[in-house]
DNA sequence: CGCTTAAATAACTACTTGGCTAAATACAAC
DNA sequence: GTTGTATTTAGCCAAGTAGTTATTTAAGCG
């Protein structure tokens, strides 16, 4: 990757449906790469690359056992991405209130239509 | 991108640093192209291809004000990327408890070594 | 040793990205 | 309409990505 700074690299990596689904199944425990190339329709070695990724990424971590390389999950730089992203909670919780706002007038204007009914 | 899936689309767009500085400005209100580029050492079409990417990963919207083009934070898709990761916050956690551990343990052992100083 | 399994690497292709410059568009004001 | 300002589009290029097949490394087992 171009960008070299943690954040930009670990978002690239997590801009993949496969290594989500990756990091997916490791969330239920460590697995050899055959593992987890079983549910894919692709080659090992193109599982292989997307384990680089991840792991490049510092979002797994790779041990040895004779001739399997288990993968396990690393959560740090899913913190820090949650970290960067909390800064901007206060932004989707204020469109909520706005939706609530909307929700609660549209009640009030129904509950006023019930008890004042038009003639 | 070749990963079109919603959440893939906005990793992807979070995958730089000048679009993370560019949605970092627009926490603070919305701005103009302009006003945008200016802190960036880049062409103005360098920075249109960026807002571009963000449009497209729904991360801003563009009004249309005379000639300007005000872009404002739209931060729907922030709250997905931040639900898919809490699925994982109790790794990051749990990494966290055996530092504690560690780290209590640790004091414990230089407790220990004060009260029972080696002869 | 030779054989099998697990995984990584090499080498290739098609496609995408991020940047540039130059040209085009959109709108306002004169 | 012409000029000026804001922004986008077009076209290019270097680099990166995601996948493939074929080959290679590593380890265990007879």
Redesign the pocket.
Known sequence: ??NSDPLSVTF?AL??P?RRAILGRLAHGEA???ELAKPF??????I??????LERAGLIT?G?E?????CKLDAKRLKDVSEWIEEYRRFWEASLDRLDEYLRDIQAKEKDAREKPRP
């Open positions: 990757m171009l690239a801009a993949d496969t050899t790469v055959m329709d692709m080659t090992l070695p193109g292989s690359k997307h384990l680089k990724v790779r040895r004779a001739q399997w390389r288990p």
